[in-house]
């Protein structure tokens, strides 16, 4: 039923003596495939590389509550003037990325990267933390959106069951794990659609605040810089939560391998992906001030709903069904990708080997799907999941931060390194300073929430010695990692 990829794996041992260098064998390193394996096919076209990025960047916060930023910035002038540079700082992101993506051509995303540059200590860190709670924990967010959302339509008179949103919710997770498990073509193709509905339901938002403009409705544009003050704290806090919303950049890079010329489609699938979200972001926020007030926009639980409700009349029962195929997208775009992630550490030694094995029939990585199953029922039913967020939400930016700086080191480290697609250096000079600024705010800010992130992301440190260091191990310990 499975065969491993045909990737040779670099032994722990190599790591050890410093052999590997990061320097991994790739898809594209001319190695002959062994006998009798088989290999992830390359069938991410340039559309559907799009609409990897844009649908699993594009959840439910655009159009359930963007009001973090509006009650940071203090006024409206602020909150679009954010939007429009958390967006320019994103592409920048995105454009290392997309340099990162067409010279080191092998999937895994932030885990590859750190790798080549740093070395398996790190690499395993991030891959640790990512399995065991960052990935099951997001997944189960996003989806416990889609529940609520598809259940809105049903319940518009009382409260919604929260029995019901989790059951539901399960069966959403359920659904995208079965869809990435059977057929990568499937899962990309309803990818795009999910992406088409995506991109409707914002222009179901624009179109009638641009005819609100043309009516003359500017009455909340009016001073628009004028309103509370923001404070020292809140101005960068509101760049966090803007960089937040634009998070999801990074996925398509965890596919390398499988997009066709990634050379070309992988810079263009960012670039086009990255102008579309912002100016979408940008002009949704302008529509929804067309028709609610800053002080109702930061009292509403759905601003969307709201603006729905009061142009649209009865269409606006849609709006939360949108809202829900828009959470799908994201949750599928998201397993999608970082299934890779698991995919490629177990192929390099660093998870179990079954996670590196390929269906011999549907070539997909089912094993490394299926593992965060059971992880994201966990979280959903049992883990405070908010919680468990705001504690390693700064572990995403201090990672992607720590490889964007890679990519400045492997400038100077391997400068012969082929690279057809070079942006300039203060891009990601630039970029990285404000991720390691973010994760420095965030232990100001809240030490202690950020202060159990930081210890629930060392564990990956005593994790790395016991499980990859640590060859003479005892035979009771080995039987019981056997039975694991």
């Given amino acids: 039923m499975f065969r491993k990829a045909a990737v040779t794996t670099v032994s722990n041992r ?22 009798g394996k088989v290999v992830l096919k390359k069938k991410v076209t340039l559309l559907r590389g799009i609409s990897i990025i844009i649908g699993t960047i594009i959840g439910a916060g655009i159009f359930i509550s963007p009001k973090g930023i509006l009650k940071n910035t203090g006024s409206v002038g602020m909150s679009l003037t954010v939007w429009t540079v958390c967006g320019i700082l994103s592409l920048f992101g995105a454009l290392c990325y997309a340099e990162l993506g067409t010279c080191i051509k092998k999937s895994g995303g932030h885990y590859t990267y750190i790798l080549e540059a740093f070395g398996p200590l790190p690499a395993f860190v991030r891959v640790w933390v990512e399995l065991l709670v960052i990935r099951p924990a997001a997944t189960a967010v996003i989806s416990l959106a889609f529940g609520r959302y598809i259940l809105e339509p049903f319940f518009m008179q009382c409260e919604i069951p929260e029995l019901a949103i989790k059951l539901i919710t399960a069966v959403g997770i359920t659904l995208v794990m079965v869809l990435n498990s059977t057929s990568v073509s499937w899962s990309a193709r309803i990818q795009i659609f999910l992406t088409f509905c995506k991109l409707v339901a914002i222009l179901i938002i624009i179109v009638p605040g641009v005819i609100q403009l043309i009516k003359g409705e500017t009455q909340h544009f009016k001073n628009a810089f004028a309103g509370n003050d923001a404070s020292i704290m809140g101005l960068p806090l509101a760049f966090y939560s803007g960089m937040y919303a634009y998070s999801g950049w990074f996925y398509l890079n965890f596919v390398t391998e499988e997009v066709e010329n990634p050379e070309k489609n992988i810079p263009l699938a960012i670039c086009i992906s990255m102008i579309i979200v912002t100016v979408g972001y940008v002009l949704t926020n302008v529509a929804y001030f067309t028709t609610i007030s800053a002080g109702e926009l930061l009292l509403s ?35 999608f990708a970082v299934s890779r992630m698991f995919f490629v550490a177990s192929r390099e030694g660093h998870l179990p080997e079954i996670l590196s094995m390929i269906h011999v029939r549907k070539h997909t990585p089912l094993p490394a799907v299926i593992v965060l199953h059971p992880l994201t029922m966990i979280m959903l039913f049992t883990g405070d999941l908010y919680s468990l967020l705001n504690f390693l939400s700064f572990a995403r930016w201090l990672f992607i931060g720590l490889v964007v700086a890679g990519l400045i080191y492997l400038r100077y480290k391997r400068p012969d390194m082929p690279r057809p697609f070079k942006v300039p250096l203060f891009i990601p000079a630039l970029f990285s300073f404000t991720c390691l600024f973010m994760v420095a705010l965030s232990l100001y800010s809240d030490p202690v ?4 992130g930081f210890a629930i992301t060392l564990t990956g440190v005593p994790a790395y010695y016991l499980f990859i260091v640590w060859d003479n191990k005892p035979k009771w310990f080995r039987k019981f990692l056997g039975k694991l």
Avoid: H, W
């Fill in 301 to 335: 639980k759905a601003v969307a709903v709201t603006f729905a409700e009061r142009l649209m009349g009865n269409f606006s029962l849609a709006v939360p069904v949108f809202v829900a195929l828009s959470c799908f997208g994201s949750m599928n775009g998201g397993i």
């Fill in 14 to 35: 190599s790591y050890l003596q410093g052999q590997a260098n990061g320097r991994l064998p790739s898809m594209d390193s001319g190695q002959p495939a062994q006998e």
């Fill in 449 to 452: 929430n950020t202060g159990i």
